[in-house]
């Protein structure tokens, strides 16, 4: 299994939304502490402290959540 990052779960969003001409927005207002929201198009996830590595199932839960899969991103 594909391990990552926060970070890096948030990079390869942004430019699958890019590729695809999807809206990409990250708030960081929206969340407690180094929470952040994704926000993709119209769906949103909730991305821990960025610098952490994900576990396997918070990384499918959020994929989910965006309606994603991981060999899309």
Sequence with gaps: MLSMKGS???RRV???AK???IG???DEKRGKGSHLTLILGDKLTIVRNPKDELKT???H???KQLGLTLDKI
């Design 61 to 63: 839960a959020m994929l």
């Design 24 to 26: 990409f927005r990250l």
């Design 8 to 10: 890096e779960f948030i």
């Design 14 to 16: 942004q430019s699958y």
């Design 57 to 59: 199932g918070t990384l």
């Design 19 to 21: 590729a695809n001409g």
